[in-house]
C-alpha cells in the first residue's frame, strides 16, 4: 500500500483544513489508518486513527472535539478535518495503514502501523 497525504497549508488560528490521505491498492478497506504529527523538534505524535469500517475512532484529547476523522473506502481516502486551529497544532501530518484489527491495534504506537505516507505540513498562525 502507497499513502499519499496532501491538503496541508498555512491558516490562522481558529480556521479549517482538510487533510487527505490517498492510498493505492484496492484492499484499502482491510487497514486501520492513523493520522500523526511532528512539529520541529518533538517526537511524533498520535492524532487519530479510524477503523476499517469507518464505526471505530479514536483520538488524542487535545484535537477531541475540534478534529474529525473519516474515510471513504470507495475512493481509497481517509480525510482528517481540521477546526478551530491553534497554533500548537503547527506540524508534519502523516497518515499511516495498519493490517491489524481494530480493537486489537494499538492505534497510538507507531510501531503497529505498516505503510507511512510521506506527510503535509500544517502551518497555524497566531
Known amino acids: 500500500v502507497q499513502l499519499q497525504a496532501y491538503g496541508g497549508g498555512l491558516v490562522q488560528a481558529g480556521g479549517s483544513l482538510r487533510l487527505s490521505c490517498a492510498a493505492s491498492?484496492?484492499?484499502?478497506?482491510?487497514?486501520?489508518v492513523g493520522w500523526f504529527r511532528q512539529a520541529p523538534g518533538k517526537e511524533r505524535e498520535f492524532v487519530a486513527a479510524?477503523?476499517?469500517?469507518?464505526?471505530?475512532?479514536d483520538y488524542v484529547d487535545s484535537v477531541k472535539g475540534r478534529f474529525a476523522i473519516s474515510r471513504d473506502n470507495a475512493k481509497n481516502t481517509v480525510y482528517l478535518q481540521m477546526n478551530s486551529l491553534k497554533p500548537e497544532d503547527t506540524a508534519v501530518y502523516y497518515c499511516a495503514a495498519s493490517s491489524r484489527v481494530w480493537p486489537k491495534v494499538i492505534v497510538t504506537a507507531t510501531i503497529q502501523y505498516d505503510y507511512w505516507g510521506q506527510g503535509t505540513l500544517v502551518t497555524v498562525s497566531s
Open positions: 491498492g484496492r484492499t484499502f478497506g482491510s487497514y486501520v
Open positions: 479510524i477503523g476499517r469500517s469507518g464505526f471505530s475512532t
